[in-house]
């Protein structure tokens, strides 16, 4: 695997990955930034987010729940002095289906965090992950 990095302007970088897809970075306009992309610390978390996130889907689908809709929430504690890096991380899962099961979900959630997400892997190591989940059940 790796990535490539461009500079655009500033602290403005746009960065590609084997999926050839490409991804904005900036910084904040109090460093020199022009805050016109997402910045490094905050694609962590959407990586995270999204690594957990497809692992509980397909999870889910192979109990054949029947998932409506599905949103999770990442946000985290930074450290006050430079390097800033994450002291905790919170991720609230959100679950809309029908007759969704709780026991599905939490072996959902823990397989991912324990087992199949690599960022999870690798971030749990600097700082602890703590997750919570709702269930909105509809007809």
Same mark, same amino acid.
């Given at each position: 695997?790796? &990535?490539?990095?461009k ?10 990955g ?5 991804? &904005?970075m ?9 805050? &016109?992309?997402?910045?490094p610390?905050?694609?962590?978390l959407?990586?995270?987010g999204g690594?957990s ?9 192979? *109990? ?6 599905f949103?999770v ?5 930074r450290?006050e ?10 991720? *609230?899962?959100i679950?809309?289906g029908?007759?969704? *099961? ?5 072996e ?5 965090q ?5 960022a ?6 600097? &700082? ?9 059940q509809?007809?």
């Amino acid at each position: 695997m790796q &990535a490539t990095l461009k500079q655009v302007q500033g602290l403005s970088f746009v960065a590609k990955g084997d999926s050839n897809h490409w991804v &904005a970075m900036d910084g904040k306009k109090i460093v020199g930034g022009s805050e &016109a992309g997402t910045s490094p610390m905050e694609l962590m978390l959407m990586s995270l987010g999204g690594c957990s996130s497809m692992d509980v889907v397909s999870l889910l689908r192979k *109990k054949r729940a029947d998932l409506r809709d599905f949103e999770v929430k990442v946000s985290a504690d930074r450290a006050e002095k430079h390097p800033k890096v994450f002291t905790k991380i919170y991720m *609230k899962f959100i679950f809309t289906g029908k007759d969704l *099961k709780k026991e599905d979900i939490e072996e959902a959630i823990n397989l991912s965090q324990e087992k199949f997400c690599s960022a999870a892997a690798m971030l749990s190591k600097a &700082a602890p992950i703590e997750t919570e989940y709702e269930i909105e059940q509809v007809d």
